[in-house]
């Protein structure tokens, strides 16, 4: 299994998120967890070549998730991580079917890399409350990420799961290694 962090750019990360200091607070553990105990983390940045886009303030991953030397980095042009961006063909290369995600935006390039890998026949783990959203004119982002992890992804497309039965799950890679 490896860990794969979506879209955290400083740009995409604002307060406006729903629950912003629980997914702060959740993502940091999930990286800390995975680190020590060896699990694989990767990143994923948005670049749309437009407003989000090399060179642009704010295109760089959040200060507080920063990647550590070695961790590599899969840049993307369209919502789903697994789409172009090399971190397919990565995971094959490796033999890994087995995907932790957490990051954002919930409806948009979480949803579409959580399906994008379902497709690819990934297994896709979504712990609670490590995506989010802002509103939107139709859902608080409370009601969009319910739907989504509640009702949309889960048992669907992926494995929603409690926050410490991820880290719990993380924990036990270690050991099967």
């Not at 983390?41 to 437009?50: A, L």
Request: with cysteine; hydrophobic share 35%; net charge negative.
């Amino acid at each position: 299994m490896i860990l794969a962090i979506v879209d955290v750019q400083e740009m995409v990360i604002v307060k406006e998120l729903y629950a912003y200091h629980t997914f702060v607070d959740h993502c940091k553990k999930l990286l800390q967890t995975a680190r020590e105990n060896g699990m694989e983390v990767v990143f994923v940045r948005h670049d749309d070549g437009y407003e989000l886009t090399k060179g642009v303030e704010g295109f760089e991953i959040f200060e507080a998730f920063s990647p550590l030397p070695g961790e590599r980095i899969f840049d993307k042009h369209v919502n789903s991580a697994f789409k172009e961006s090399g971190l397919l063909s990565y995971l094959k290369e490796k033999g890994e079917n087995k995907v932790m995600i957490a990051g954002a935006q919930t409806e948009y390039c979480i949803d579409a890399t959580i399906k994008g890998g379902f497709e690819h026949g990934l297994e896709i783990i979504v712990p609670a409350y490590c995506n989010t959203t802002v509103d939107n004119e139709f859902l608080s982002g409370e009601e969009t990420y319910r739907y989504y992890n509640e009702m949309m992804w889960n048992r669907r497309y992926a494995k929603c799961i409690p926050f410490e039965k991820a880290l719990e799950l993380i924990k036990e890679e270690r050991s099967n290694c």
